[in-house]
């Protein structure tokens, strides 16, 4: 599966921005999808996941409350909504996907900028 991410941008803080995750080759179904972010100087840092079916999401401490991840299995498309962001969330958004069951990331998309100025 080939992931292209998109949604990136500028943004004020407290705003919001929302980052899409598209398949442009295959599908989502049996993956399980995950947002990760890198900021500059720092290693990628798991951000969200969401399994297979939708149904079960996950979420590091430091976005719970003010991220939300979604799938739309028809359209093959996974979202994370940003709402209330903060400087501190200025990173390079990476999607990812992985075998459900299987402990590595396997697929990577390209990675979207998202600069939250104070």
């Known amino acids: 599966v080939q992931l292209q991410a998109s949604g990136g941008g500028l943004v004020q803080a407290g705003g919001s921005l929302r980052l899409s995750c598209a398949a442009s080759e295959g599908t989502f179904s049996g993956y399980e999808m995950g947002w990760f972010r890198q900021a500059p100087g720092k290693e990628r840092d798991h951000v969200a996941a969401?399994?297979?079916?939708?149904?079960?999401?996950s979420y590091v401490d430091s976005v719970k409350g003010r991220f939300t991840i979604s799938r739309d299995s028809a359209k093959n498309t996974v979202y994370l909504q940003m709402n209330r962001l903060k400087p501190e969330d200025t990173a390079v958004y990476y999607c990812?996907?992985?075998?459900?069951?299987?402990?590595?990331?396997?697929?990577w998309g390209q990675g979207t900028q998202v600069t939250v100025s104070s």
């Open positions: 969401i399994n297979w079916s939708g149904g079960g999401t």
């Open positions: 990812a996907a992985r075998t459900v069951g299987m402990a590595s990331w396997d697929y």
